[in-house]
């Protein structure tokens, strides 16, 4: 393995970002010596273990992703479970979709598999300490797996734009906070900063190892397919680190002779806060950042996304197409996703909303064998779900909301509850 620059191509080492020409840094992954049946068996061997990195969903590929790490820090990570379901076929009206639930992480989003690789690196480099910036989720995988490593951990969140829940993680797990008066977009500027001034590692998918661990979410989907692939992969877009990683991923799948076919990639942002959506529909007018970007789906409220080039690329490689969709939309697919009994939180329901919307438009077939990619768990942002379920959130129809009846105490307010869920039949 080796890492060079994804844009001059020139040899880099241990530099956060190109020496040469400042460009995103990518691995390079060493030839890989058994061939394509060999090493699914491999794979599919290795999910048996009790004990030990073959038990992670990330390490299990470790050929793909890091073949020399002895000792990862691996909680483990991954084997996140594949789910159907008529409602949600239904609401996007693909009877072939699927929803793969990154959410079921350690520490409950899919970061954890950029995580376990790029703390394992740092640990393996005598890192000192580790930094990140966040809107929450970055900053609680970091937080957890510093902790679980033995590394001290730095995180830089907005301190009005992140949910409590994922504050929490950082501060429980015991990583200094930094938390900002601005923006997910500041806190990056200032955790860059201070990487290089202070020569702390940083974590942030610009590191070259975050992208290689989050492939696994794409190696690890095609495994539980037999090594089919899906038409479409829809995926929430934030700093565009997963965009990124599955084009790599596909790509290197391919090549190996993995799959026969690339799937096509959707990348969703949301409308309040999608500069990649703009590029990629006007390219002519260049990469803009937004300024000021809004978004309820906190997680994905970013306006200028580091990983645009290789996003671009991505889509490049599997004929990909990015879409937006509006917080009513994302926050009435997650209230459909809650009602099934799976539930995520905010930013990952962007993808159903994505998949119906590209339906919808006939742009995504209705016999399209669909994979909707949820990224967090519903109790990162329970917040926003009470808020939702009281119709409290301001410019959204609250059309699926499912209010607390508050009553007195007694047998006759309770039987009133009763006569209108049992009896009339909503219950
Ligand atoms: N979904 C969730 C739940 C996220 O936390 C994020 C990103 C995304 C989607 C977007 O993914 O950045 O790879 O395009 N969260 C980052 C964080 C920014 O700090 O936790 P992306």
């Given at each position: 393995?080796?890492?060079?620059?994804?844009?001059?191509?020139?040899?880099?080492?241990?530099?956060?970002?190109?020496?040469a020409?400042?460009?995103?840094?990518?691995?390079?992954?060493?030839p890989?010596d058994?061939?394509?049946p060999?090493?699914?068996?491999?794979?599919?061997?290795?999910?048996?273990?009790q004990?030990?990195p073959?038990?992670?969903?990330?390490w299990?590929?470790?050929?793909?992703?890091?073949?020399r790490l002895?000792?990862?820090?691996?909680?483990?990570?991954?084997?996140?479970?594949?789910?159907?379901?008529?409602?949600?076929?239904?609401?996007a009206g693909?009877?072939?979709?699927?929803?793969?639930?990154e959410?079921?992480?350690?520490?409950?989003?899919?970061?954890?598999?950029?995580?376990?690789?790029?703390?394992s690196?740092?640990k393996?480099?005598?890192?000192?300490?580790?930094?990140?910036?966040?809107?929450?989720?970055?900053?609680?995988?970091?937080a957890?797996?510093?902790?679980?490593?033995g590394?001290?951990?730095?995180?830089?969140?907005?301190?009005d734009?992140?949910?409590?829940?994922?504050?929490?993680?950082?501060?429980?797990f015991?990583?200094?906070?930094?938390?900002?008066?601005?923006?997910?977009?500041?806190?990056?500027?200032?955790?860059?900063?201070?990487?290089?001034?202070?020569?702390?590692?940083?974590?942030?998918?610009?590191?070259?190892?975050?992208?290689?661990g989050q492939k696994?979410?794409?190696?690890?989907?095609?495994?539980?397919?037999?090594?089919q692939s899906?038409?479409?992969?829809?995926?929430p877009?934030?700093?565009l680190?997963?965009?990124?990683?599955?084009?790599?991923?596909?790509?290197?799948?391919?090549?190996?002779?993995?799959?026969?076919?690339?799937?096509?990639?959707?990348?969703?942002?949301?409308a309040?806060?999608?500069?990649?959506?703009r590029?990629?529909h006007?390219?002519?007018a260049?990469?803009?950042?937004?300024?000021?970007?809004?978004?309820?789906?906190?997680?994905?409220?970013?306006?200028?996304?580091?990983?645009?080039?290789?996003?671009?690329?991505?889509?490049?490689?599997?004929?990909g197409?990015?879409?937006?969709?509006?917080?009513?939309?994302i926050?009435?697919?997650?209230?459909?996703?809650?009602?099934?009994?799976?539930?995520?939180?905010?930013?990952?329901?962007?993808?159903?909303?994505?998949?119906?919307?590209?339906?919808?438009?006939?742009?995504?077939?209705?016999?399209?064998?669909?994979?909707?990619?949820?990224?967090?768990?519903f109790?990162?942002?329970?917040?926003?779900?009470?808020?939702?379920?009281?119709?409290?959130?301001?410019?959204?129809?609250?059309?699926?909301?499912?209010?607390?009846?508050?009553?007195?105490?007694?047998?006759?307010?309770?039987?009133?509850?009763?006569?209108e869920?049992?009896?009339?039949?909503?219950?």
């Open positions: 393995m080796s890492i060079r620059c994804f844009e001059c191509q020139s040899p880099a080492g241990d530099a956060p970002v190109c020496p020409c400042g460009g995103l840094l990518e691995v390079v992954p060493d890989v058994l061939d394509a060999a090493l699914k068996e491999l794979f599919r061997q290795r999910r048996f273990a004990h030990g073959d038990r992670s969903g990330v299990r590929y470790r050929e793909l992703v890091h073949p002895a000792e990862p820090v691996t909680r483990p990570e991954g084997n996140t479970n594949l789910y159907r379901h008529d409602s949600l076929s239904a609401y693909l009877a072939g979709l699927q929803l793969k639930h959410g079921e992480n350690p520490s409950g989003s899919f970061k954890d598999r950029g995580m376990t690789v790029a703390v690196e740092a393996a480099q005598g890192a000192r300490a580790v930094i990140c910036a966040s809107t929450g989720n970055t900053a609680a995988s970091l957890s797996y510093a902790a679980f490593g590394l001290p951990a730095i995180v830089v969140v907005p301190r734009h992140t949910a409590p829940s994922k504050l929490a993680q950082s501060m429980a015991g990583a200094r906070v930094a938390a900002v008066r601005g923006s997910f977009d500041d806190a990056l500027r200032l955790a860059e900063q201070a990487s290089r001034s202070h020569g702390l590692a940083l974590l942030n998918s610009v590191n070259p190892w975050r992208i290689e696994t979410i794409m190696f690890e989907l095609l495994d539980q397919l037999d090594w899906p038409d479409w992969i829809v995926v877009a934030g700093n680190g997963n965009t990124s990683a599955f084009g790599k991923a596909l790509a290197e799948a391919k090549a190996l002779g993995l799959i026969d076919r690339l799937p096509r990639l959707a990348s969703v942002q949301a309040g806060a999608a500069p990649f959506y590029l990629f006007n390219r002519e260049g990469y803009q950042p937004e300024t000021s970007p809004e978004t309820l789906a906190s997680a994905i409220r970013i306006g200028d996304p580091r990983s645009w080039k290789k996003a671009l690329f991505s889509l490049e490689v599997t004929d197409l990015v879409e937006q969709v509006s917080d009513a939309e926050l009435d697919a997650k209230a459909a996703i809650d009602a099934a009994g799976i539930g995520c939180e905010p930013a990952s329901a962007a993808s159903l909303a994505g998949a119906a919307k590209l339906r919808a438009a006939g742009v995504i077939d209705e016999h399209a064998r669909v994979v909707c990619i949820l990224t967090g768990n109790m990162k942002d329970s917040k926003t779900a009470v808020a939702y379920h009281q119709g409290a959130l301001e410019g959204i129809p609250s059309k699926r909301a499912n209010r607390p009846y508050e009553m007195d105490a007694t047998t006759t307010a309770f039987a009133g509850f009763l006569d869920v049992v009896v009339q039949g909503t219950a």
